[in-house]
């Protein structure tokens, strides 16, 4: 059993684990406790055996008879991959059962936030810290594998469709501008620039994703008559097998971003107040950041905390020809 509640870009990355676990333990079954609202993520994957989804607004005691039934049906092994309060009350309520819990380096992270200062390994990625939470199971020199999500020919055709549907019958760019916080997300006038660039010198079409919430893609949209948006309006899996395919996805460190890579489209990340160590970065070969070394930079693990200067600079930083750049580059490899 594992135990990963959220968000879109950490049940991204758990995909890499998961293909470790089973690979080591092929005729192991692998169940997977997730949040209902990121479940589809993981439709499809050929090493998971079943999961079961929890909403987010349950209650102690319903943490605690999952507890319970997870204690009935005697797994070999628990591997909690979240290490939050709802998962603890849940694993407190598991008797006699091997528990494996992942642990979150929030001393280097402090360090690196309040001080400047990394004590991170060199190879570290999310994928790296949650094979290190399962190194006591592992055999050694093995490979840590790509995250990878899995889309059917059906989503595929139907992507398709509704990409026809809107005019978009040529090779096209993903374009997934919000994020969670605002303060992760680039400026509006400089994506239009950079749109205008792809549709107009590179003949690509532009396709925008996001959330009902995306303030960004609202404001790109009233700007920008080169952007075919369909943002607001996609499920999880419809955004994901649009995704899978477009040439290259442009956007900023946010979970559907995450997901292009895991589909193996290529991605160019724009990194403001987050970076490699908190959970940012990018994964392919042919994939790319663009980011500004600022001094003050990380300013918090996921990129919430408001920037207490009066400009962000990490942000603000990034022009347009960076990013114009940083295409050509993807487009030449």
Request: proline share 3%.
């Amino acid at each position: 059993m594992v135990l990963r509640f959220s968000s879109i870009g950490d049940i991204v990355q758990l995909t890499s684990p998961l293909q470790t676990l089973n690979d080591q333990f092929p005729d192991a079954k692998i169940d997977i406790i997730t949040l209902d609202e990121y479940a589809e993520i993981l439709i499809g994957q050929p090493f998971i055996n079943r999961i079961i989804t929890i909403s987010r607004f349950f209650n102690y005691n319903q943490l605690k008879n999952i507890g319970k039934k997870i204690s009935d049906r005697k797994y070999d092994l628990i591997i909690d991959f979240h290490n939050v309060i709802r998962s603890k009350i849940i694993l407190n309520h598991v008797k006699s059962i091997q528990k494996i819990i992942y642990k979150k380096p929030r001393w280097k992270r402090f360090k690196m936030i309040q001080f400047n200062r990394n004590d991170f390994d060199n190879k570290f990625s999310q994928r790296w810290l949650y094979h290190q939470c399962l190194n006591k199971i592992l055999v050694n020199n093995y490979n840590i594998p790509d995250n990878k999500l899995v889309v059917s020919k059906i989503e595929r055709n139907e992507a398709e469709l509704l990409l026809k549907k809107n005019g978009v019958d040529r090779s096209f760019i993903t374009l997934i501008p919000g994020a969670a916080w605002k303060q992760k997300t680039w400026l509006k006038n400089r994506y239009s620039k950079v749109i205008n660039y792809i549709t107009e010198s590179l003949k690509y079409k532009v396709v925008m994703l996001g959330g009902n919430n995306d303030d960004i893609c609202n404001s790109i949209n009233k700007i920008n008559n080169n952007v075919t948006s369909l943002f607001g309006r996609l499920s999880l899996r419809e955004s994901i097998a649009l995704i899978s395919l477009s040439s290259f996805t442009i956007g900023s460190d946010t979970g559907l971003v995450h997901a292009s890579e895991a589909l193996g489209v290529p991605v160019l990340m724009i990194l403001g107040p987050t970076n490699t160590q908190m959970g940012g970065g990018v994964m392919l070969k042919r994939s790319s950041t663009v980011e500004k070394e600022i001094w003050c930079r990380p300013c918090s693990q996921n990129g919430r905390s408001p920037c207490f200067r009066p400009q962000q600079y990490c942000i603000n930083e990034i022009s347009s020809s960076d990013v114009i750049n940083s295409i050509r580059g993807i487009l030449d490899r």
